[in-house]
């Protein structure tokens, strides 16, 4: 009796530490898994901050130019701008003032 008792000991023993060396080996490829989607994530975020970064800057760059045409909108509303374009388009000049042209 006493030898079949220590053969049964060894075998699980033996049954335990390969139980073991195969739950290490499962969580040492998660653990690799994951670190490999980390790496991805992570560049993937770098890209989104940089597109980020980049429609900030075009939208920044809509705003100055969205002002702009506000700002020649409110021009062309006043008797400056229309002064300007009938000098110019339609060759219009004042009571006493004199043109010059240049001689080709």
């Known amino acids: 009796m006493?030898?079949?008792g220590?053969?049964?000991r060894k075998k699980t023993i033996g049954y335990n530490h390969l139980g073991m060396f195969g739950i290490s080996l499962i969580v040492l490829i998660l653990i690799l898994t994951l670190m490999a989607q980390s790496r991805d994530l992570k560049e993937s975020l770098a890209g989104y901050e940089t597109r980020a970064e980049a429609l900030?800057?075009?939208i920044e760059?809509?705003?100055v130019r969205?002002?702009?045409i506000e700002d020649?909108?409110?021009y062309m509303l006043t008797d400056e701008y229309a002064e300007q374009a009938a000098r110019e388009k339609l060759g219009l000049v004042k009571e006493n003032e004199i043109i010059f042209q240049e001689e080709k």
């Open 61 to 63: 760059e809509e705003q």
């Open 66 to 68: 969205t002002q702009e």
């Open 56 to 58: 900030s800057q075009q």
């Open 72 to 74: 020649l909108k409110q």
């Open 6 to 8: 220590k053969k049964r």
């Open 2 to 4: 006493g030898k079949s």
